[in-house]
């Protein structure tokens, strides 16, 4: 690559060839870095060094032995899209980003200021992740005592039949349950 910046005059240069060769793994490596740089910028791009230092800044303690990238990585990104003023649209928003549309669903009694929510999610790390998201953004346009309903490691067609039925539920207790 770097030959290409060079007169025409130093083509088939011995001494600038070798110059060339020697220079190219530092600049393909300098290249790499800064690209680098620029991906982890972003945490949806971030490398896995990009991600550790999203975690400092957010002041997030990964377990490296049981959460992938893939998990951290989503944790910094809900961390950081919990903003104020939170409304229930952007609860709704959320958990289909998160957890993909009909992997959730949630029923507000309004009356009695509580709030009954069935997510599916994959293990026990977005329990915790969870919990931390749901002291966050309780909707600002509604006052409520959370009440979560959390299914773990369900098998999709369990978890319609059991979102289906909250539908048809009035009384709203805690529970937690492992399916």
Do not use: C
């Amino acid at each position: 690559m770097l030959k290409y910046f060079f007169n025409k005059i130093y083509e088939d240069n011995i001494d600038v060839d070798a110059i060339i060769k020697a220079a190219q793994p530092e600049l393909d490596g300098l290249n790499l870095r800064i690209t680098n740089v620029f991906k982890d910028s972003f945490p949806k791009t971030a490398t896995i060094e990009g991600i550790r230092e999203w975690e400092q800044l957010l002041n997030i303690i990964p377990n490296t032995l049981l959460e992938d990238e893939n998990f951290r990585r989503q944790r910094i990104i809900l961390r950081l899209s919990t903003t104020y003023p939170f409304t229930e649209r952007f609860m709704q928003m959320s958990f289909d980003n998160f957890f993909g549309i009909g992997n959730w669903q949630y029923i507000i009694d309004y009356n009695n200021y509580e709030m009954q929510i069935v997510v599916l999610y994959p293990d026990d790390n977005w329990r915790i992740e969870l919990e931390h998201f749901f002291k966050i953004i309780l909707p600002a346009n509604i006052m409520y005592r959370m009440i979560a309903h959390i299914i773990i490691n369900t098998k999709k067609l369990q978890a319609a039949a059991i979102i289906k039925a909250m539908n048809l539920k009035t009384h709203f207790t805690y529970t937690q349950e492992r399916i």
